[in-house]
């Protein structure tokens, strides 16, 4: 005796549906359960009036921490190649720095079907602080301008060190084989004395 399994358009069987709906309305019934217990609680939390005020001592000390903290921006300017870039002025409206005149001629001047794809290759290899005048994408901000701060890293001495490298690898690539290195011997009769 086969028991058939009756599904539905999409090849769910109705018995994983009927739980699935069952779950989703027990769900929905607690929900309703716990907002009907706590909703004196909620709506006086809603419409609870904050007077909250900062007193004048906490004030003053906050003036004179951002008061200290600007004086010592002058004395302490910061490092002349994270200044940013300076933006053309025709280009306010502008996200994308111009394209060179070289690359612009692969998408308009060509005549191949593939001259666009050609302009996107090109346009690709170049970084993205070179085609934009600040991070567009948040995505953008991890590595922008790192090639300016990464001129100053110095390795740590107690980092990892290459040793195999070093001492396995031939830095002159591959010699040739010493004086002393012979062919081995094959198999032969003049090799086999028990002829």
Known sequence: ME?????????????????????IEKEDKLRLKWFKKNEARLD??????????VPDEVKEEMKERMLNYFEDQDKH???????PSIIDE????????PVDKK????????TRPDGRLTYLHERYKVIPEQRYYFPETTNFQYGW???EVIKNI????FARQQVIKESFYRRRGVE???????EPARLSPQVCGCI
């Open 3 to 23: 028991q058939s399994h009756k599904t539905s358009m999409r090849g769910i069987p109705l018995s994983q549906q009927r739980l699935w709906k069952y779950s």
């Open 44 to 53: 006086e939390i809603a419409n609870k009036v904050h007077l909250r005020q």
């Open 77 to 83: 300017p910061p490092p002349p190649e994270l200044e």
């Open 90 to 97: 025709n280009a306010i409206h502008s996200i994308m720095r």
């Open 103 to 110: 690359t612009r001629d692969l998408l308009y001047a060509s």
């Open 145 to 147: 301008n790192m090639w």
């Open 154 to 157: 110095r390795g740590s001495p």
């Open 176 to 182: 040739k084989d010493p004086e002393w290195y012979r």
